[in-house]
């Protein structure tokens, strides 16, 4: 399996991420889908600090996920594998805020 540096934007920042060829576009969605939580939030004028506006996010998307999971059946294996996917995108771009 070849692994591709996928060039992404979150937060108006440049991030390259090595992912699996095959899963290229899933990355590409969940970073679509990301940038438009933090752009909910954002807009919300609530919540002002780059961390909390990710970390929020974070916890948006996995509460969709988690409900989802739970009215379409899927396994718990493939929560756990998206969730630490997102944990882990949400964990980089604190890092590079820091």
């Known amino acids: 399996m070849s692994i591709e540096q996928v060039s992404v934007d979150i937060l108006g920042r440049q991030f390259n991420i090595g ?4 899963e290229k576009e899933t ?6 889908m990301l940038n438009q939580k933090i752009g909910t939030i954002q807009s ?3 919540i ?4 909390k506006i990710v970390i929020m ?4 998307l ?3 996920l988690l ?3 739970a009215k379409d059946g899927l396994a718990i294996g493939e ?3 998206r969730i630490s996917a997102m944990i882990e995108s949400c964990d980089k771009v604190l890092r590079t805020e820091g």
């Open 19 to 22: 992912t699996p060829a095959s």
């Open 27 to 32: 990355l590409l969605q969940a970073v679509h």
């Open 44 to 46: 919300s004028g609530r």
């Open 48 to 51: 002002v600090e780059t961390d």
């Open 57 to 60: 996010a974070a916890l948006n």
């Open 62 to 64: 996995t509460h969709d």
């Open 67 to 69: 409900k989802m999971s």
């Open 79 to 81: 929560i756990e594998r």
